[in-house]
């Protein structure tokens, strides 16, 4: 078929009848699809059960140190957590602390730290005119929610394929000292699956913001989350916390990795690395708010995984169940979609999500249409500040929770949602 632009009017107008009895039929169908979140499907969570027998009543529960697991103590983590965890992101060991269960949760606090008590001695945020954070879009969406929530500014900032624009990043924290942040998910970015560049990276780690106690949140959410066993050699990001102290400015950096997507989300452990200067000022932070994390859990993902090897192996096992669903999703596009000039979509080789541009004005009509017939897919302009989407365009798919069934009716319904949308703005124009 050949590119809608193309089409006349009265092909359009047939089309549409078409497109529209194919969409009554779906409608007919009281479907109930959900690829809203990124969310492990259950074959992906099965690969962790094992995880639930490492423990039991005969279990020794103390660790490689010597120390009783089940008591209070070490608020920053079991040293083998610490070692795993680091090794994920290329860190070292001694720069993490090893929190909970979810790393939203972290950044969360350091956020709301900043806000009451200040970084390393500058004022709180929250005595300030004026708190900014630069926010590359597309992004994550609960980034985005944290700044709205704490009431922070979001400066939008073109997402490319090597990451951020950074002459765009280094002259706006240049320029202006109530820019205290930036927003990063550097491997596989949500939600286009890019990876910065190792320029972008060091570019990074050579900034100059204005503000004192500027920070860079790396979200490194999907470091070991690979599509391709070829591309855990060849894609590697470098260290930031090394390239930063290298540069002179160790302090500059948070960095956040957690197993959420690697066992249990929910139930999985978390960390944050940093320079000696900001562990200590978090862990001051940190004694009075907690006298230590889950250290049962902690050792219960060091039994099961082991080690760096072992979490490769497992990995490996996540990316190949990945893979097909993205498959699925992917060939659906091409097949129906491909040559019709109505939809762009991203090749990532890991992380969780495709993103997909429609023609400009048409992603909130296609959410919606998809949710009249029974599709949640994640709501136009979520992956922009404030969600709104400029181009109102973008719309993340997340391909991993349903079932191989339930994913081929759902790219289906998408499609077609896609088409009829499409078929009506361009008519607009006829």
């Not at 194919?22 to 809203?36: G, I, T």
């Not at 390393?120 to 980034?143: E, I």
């Not at 897919?377 to 719309?395: C, F, H, L, R």
Request: hydrophobic residues 40%.
């Amino acid at each position: 078929m050949k590119a809608y632009q193309h089409m006349t009017k009265a092909e359009l107008l047939t089309l549409k009848k078409d497109l529209e009895a194919q969409f009554e039929d779906m409608k007919s169908r009281r479907l109930s699809l959900d690829m809203s979140r990124g969310k492990p499907g259950e074959d992906q969570l099965a690969l962790s059960m094992g995880m639930m027998d490492v423990l039991n009543s005969s279990s020794d529960m103390k660790n490689e140190t010597g120390e009783d697991t089940r008591n209070y103590g070490m608020v920053d983590g079991l040293p083998e957590a610490k070692k795993l965890l680091a090794e994920m992101v290329g860190a070292e060991p001694e720069n993490v602390i090893v929190f909970g269960n979810a790393s939203l949760s972290i950044m969360f606090d350091a956020i709301a730290r900043s806000m009451t008590h200040g970084v390393m001695g500058n004022t709180p945020w929250a005595k300030l005119d004026q708190v900014k954070f630069l926010c590359p879009s597309p992004g994550y969406d609960r980034h985005f929610s944290i700044c709205e929530y704490f009431n922070i500014e979001m400066i939008p900032v073109e997402m490319t394929e090597n990451g951020p624009d950074m002459d765009a990043v280094e002259k706006l924290v240049a320029e202006d000292a109530a820019i205290k942040g930036i927003w990063c998910v550097p491997k596989y970015s949500n939600p286009q699956g890019y990876t910065y560049s190792t320029e972008t990276v060091e570019r990074f780690s050579r900034l100059e913001p204005k503000a004192k106690d500027f920070r860079i949140f790396w979200d490194n959410a999907y470091a070991v989350h690979h599509l391709y066993e070829e591309t855990e050699r060849q894609d590697t990001l470098p260290d930031i916390l090394s390239l930063c102290k290298k540069a002179g400015k160790p302090d500059m950096v948070y960095e956040f990795v957690s197993t959420s997507k690697v066992t249990f989300p929910g139930s999985g452990i978390c960390m944050m690395a940093a320079s000696e200067g900001n562990r200590k000022e978090i862990l001051n932070h940190l004694r009075i708010q907690t006298i230590g994390h889950d250290k049962i859990n902690q050792l219960r993902h060091i039994r099961f995984l082991k080690d760096m090897d072992g979490l490769r192996e497992h990995m490996k096992k996540q990316g190949a169940l990945t893979l097909t669903k993205f498959k699925v999703v992917w060939d659906a596009l091409e097949q129906e979609l491909g040559g019709l000039e109505i939809g762009t979509w991203t090749y990532p080789k890991g992380g969780y999500f495709i993103s997909f541009d429609s023609l400009e004005g048409c992603a909130k009509a296609i959410v919606a249409k998809a949710k009249e017939a029974g599709l949640v897919v994640t709501p136009a302009g979520a992956t922009y500040p404030y969600g709104k989407d400029p181009k109102d365009s973008n719309i993340r798919i997340a391909p991993t929770y349903p079932s191989l069934d339930e994913l081929a009716l759902a790219g289906q319904l998408f499609i077609l949602c896609v088409k009829l949308v499409s078929v009506d703005k361009i008519l607009e124009n006829k």
